[in-house]
T-cell receptor
Framework: GENVEQHPSTLSVQEGDSAVIKCTYSDSASNYFPWYKQELGKRPQLIIDIRSNVGEKKDQRIAVTLNKTAKHFSLHITETQPEDSAVYFCAAAMDSSYKLIFGSGTRLLVRP | SQTIHQWPATLVQPVGSPLSLECTVEGTSNPNLYWYRQAAGRGLQLLFYSVGIGQISSEVPQNLSASRPQDRQFILSSKKLLLSDSGFYLC?????????????FGEGSRLTVL
């Protein structure tokens, strides 16, 4: 089955700097890659996703890139702000599957 | 609008006791329903998912079970809890027409087994 690895487990950046979180997946049939953000004490929420027919997607300060050949995808946050502090999860799935497999999470701390 | 309710929010149970966590979704019909467990450093682990009443798929062999007695109700159970069952349990739903992307999570149930 699908396995998703996520790095780093913790990341501390200065406010205004960029943050990058990387994930690799094992199943080449996976074609949907979302990212979820979980603020302290709250439920995970989708922040951005990408499908395998595109290599990059942006939404304001957030971008996701996908390299299908290498089977890895990354989340990029620019101009980080304290409210970006949270745990971020990557995930992978096949469109034909009901199973979304998550990475182990990255705790991002943005220092003011 | 769609909402998801999960309870209880917090539970402390002794080893060997039974468990029942309940989840209901409102505002949609025939949702796909999921139970995930979140353990420290291990991310979100898929435990069960259901695409319809009475249809349960198990992803991790363990002493937990799931049931879907009604279209928008999903229950996580155990007959005898283990210490290793401690964790944060999240119910989630997605739209009926195949896997179209977003999972909507409940607020979670924190289980501590002593």
């Amino acid at each position: 089955g699908e396995n998703v690895e996520q790095h780093p487990s913790t990341l501390s950046v200065q406010e205004g700097d960029s943050a990058v979180i990387k994930c690799t997946y094992s199943d080449s049939a996976s074609n949907y890659f979302p990212w979820y953000k979980q603020e302290l004490g709250k439920r995970p929420q989708l922040i951005i996703d990408i499908r395998s027919n595109v290599g990059e997607k942006k939404d304001q300060r957030i971008a996701v890139t996908l390299n299908k050949t290498a089977k890895h995808f990354s989340l990029h946050i620019t101009e980080t702000q304290p409210e970006d502090s949270a745990v971020y999860f990557c995930a992978a799935a096949m469109d034909s599957s009901y199973k979304l497999i998550f990475g182990s999470g990255t705790r991002l701390l943005v220092r003011p | 609008s769609q909402t998801i309710h999960q309870w209880p929010a917090t539970l402390v149970q002794p080893v060997g006791s039974p468990l029942s966590l309940e989840c209901t979704v409102e505002g949609t019909s025939n949702p796909n329903l999921y139970w995930y467990r979140q353990a420290a450093g291990r991310g979100l682990q898929l435990l069960f998912y259901s695409v319809g009443i009475g249809q349960i798929s198990s992803e991790v062999p363990q002493n937990l079970s799931a049931s879907r007695p009604q279209d928008r109700q999903f229950i996580l159970s155990s007959k005898k809890l283990l210490l290793s069952d401690s964790g944060f349990y999240l119910c989630a739903w997605s739209v009926e027409t195949g896997y179209t992307g977003e999972l909507f999570f409940g607020e979670g149930s924190r289980l501590t087994v002593l």
